[in-house]
């Protein structure tokens, strides 16, 4: 089992800047890959952007290209999201989630989520 904690998430102006965090503990060797994603009331799921435990290589959605950053520190088995130039429609709860093999797009594991508000 792998357990995986979000934090950083708050309240903050326009153009402002947050960090997320993702500390995964448990089976974290399983862990293939670790995404970031969103959700804002009304909306579907969206995806926000991934990064591979092994070799680094990142993904990043459209929406956030330039804006947002993914990251992870492989000693600390944390993954974070650097989130830059924030806009009112980033408004979402963030969840970071955690994927054991390479092949298909489902995500095994799912944090509890971090609301992130941007106020304009």
């Known amino acids: 089992q792998v357990q995986l904690v979000e934090s950083g998430g708050g309240l903050v102006q326009a153009g402002g800047s947050l960090r997320l965090s993702c500390a995964a503990s448990?089976?974290?060797?399983?862990?293939?890959?670790m995404g970031w994603f969103r959700q804002a009331p009304g909306k579907e799921r969206e995806f926000v952007a991934a990064?591979?435990?092994?070799?680094?290589?990142?993904n990043h959605a459209n929406s956030v290209k330039g804006r947002f950053t993914i990251s992870r520190d492989n000693t600390k088995n944390t993954v974070y999201l650097q989130m830059n130039s924030l806009r009112p429609e980033d408004t979402a709860v963030y969840y970071c989630?955690?994927?054991?093999?390479?092949?298909?797009?489902?995500?095994?594991?799912w944090g509890q989520g971090t609301q992130v508000t941007v106020s304009s």
């Open positions: 989630a955690a994927k054991t093999t390479a092949w298909g797009t489902e995500y095994d594991y």
């Open positions: 448990g089976r974290t060797d399983r862990c293939y890959a």
């Open positions: 990064v591979r435990w092994s070799g680094g290589s990142t």
